[in-house]
T-cell receptor, first 111, second 113 residues
Framework: QKEVEQNSGPLSVPEGAIASLNCTYSDRGSQSFFWYRQYSGKSPELIMFIYSNGDKEDGRFTAQLNKASQYVSLLIRDSQPSDSATYLC???????????FGPGTRLSVLP | DAGITQSPRHKVTETGTPVTLRCHQTENHRYMYWYRQDPGHGLRLIHYSYGVKDTDKGEVSDGYSVSRSKTEDFLLTLESATSSQTSVYFC????????????FGPGTRLTVL
């Protein structure tokens, strides 16, 4: 069974700090990796995706992928209270058609 | 926002009754998915569809069936609802191709008493 693991949290960081969210996955054949943000009572929305080893930056967000270690992370710089949400890691299969989600990490940014 | 709607948005039903949830999309996306979300489990795939009349099971498909007679509609049916099926159900779509993002509907909160 393909698995995606995340620390459930809550992860609490002060406003302005860097939040670091981590994800590991079991299927070495996975090709695409996604981070979704989900506010309480709302549906998930995509923040970033990454395919290749290394870093990918988009504004305050940086996704990092290490396929050898089967590890994906999301860094949020200059964290804001509006970043308080649950962050879901999702891993796509070879064909980019099916995805396994982690349980999510709840982030709380304290003013 | 992607044009995905779900109906109903909230439903309370009793054990043993049939329930059908509807997902409707206006994006002409090929792939459609039904997930359930429960505390501590994240999103778990129930069934998905890769085209009209083409569906397949996900990891938690027992007790659920689906149908897709048109590109825009994907129905999830609980033939005989049980309390373990109390959950939030999300529909998602995907245009296709490697790395495309999934777009999620607003969710349906189902309570089975």
């Amino acid at each position: 069974q393909k698995e995606v693991e995340q620390n459930s949290g809550p992860l609490s960081v002060p406003e302005g700090a860097i939040a670091s969210l981590n994800c590991t996955y079991s299927d070495r054949g996975s090709q695409s990796f996604f981070w979704y943000r989900q506010y309480s009572g709302k549906s998930p929305e995509l923040i970033m995706f990454i395919y290749s080893n290394g870093d990918k930056e988009d504004g305050r967000f940086t996704a990092q992928l290490n396929k050898a270690s089967q590890y994906v992370s999301l860094l949020i710089r200059d964290s804001q209270p509006s970043d308080s949400a649950t962050y879901l890691c999702a891993v796509g299969d070879n064909y980019g058609q099916n995805f396994v989600f982690g349980p999510g990490t709840r982030l709380s940014v304290l003013p | 926002d992607a044009g995905i709607t779900q109906s109903p948005r909230h439903k309370v039903t009793e054990t043993g009754t049939p329930v059908t949830l509807r997902c409707h999309q206006t994006e002409n996306h090929r792939y459609m998915y039904w997930y359930r979300q429960d505390p501590g489990h994240g999103l778990r795939l129930i069934h998905y569809s890769y085209g009209v009349k083409d569906t397949d099971k996900g990891e938690v498909s027992d007790g659920y069936s689906v149908s897709r007679s048109k590109t825009e509609d994907f129905l999830l049916t609980l033939e005989s609802a049980t309390s373990s099926q109390t959950s939030v159900y999300f529909c998602a779509t995907l245009a296709g191709g490697r790395g495309n993002e999934q777009f999620f509907g607003p969710g349906t909160r189902l309570t089975v008493l």
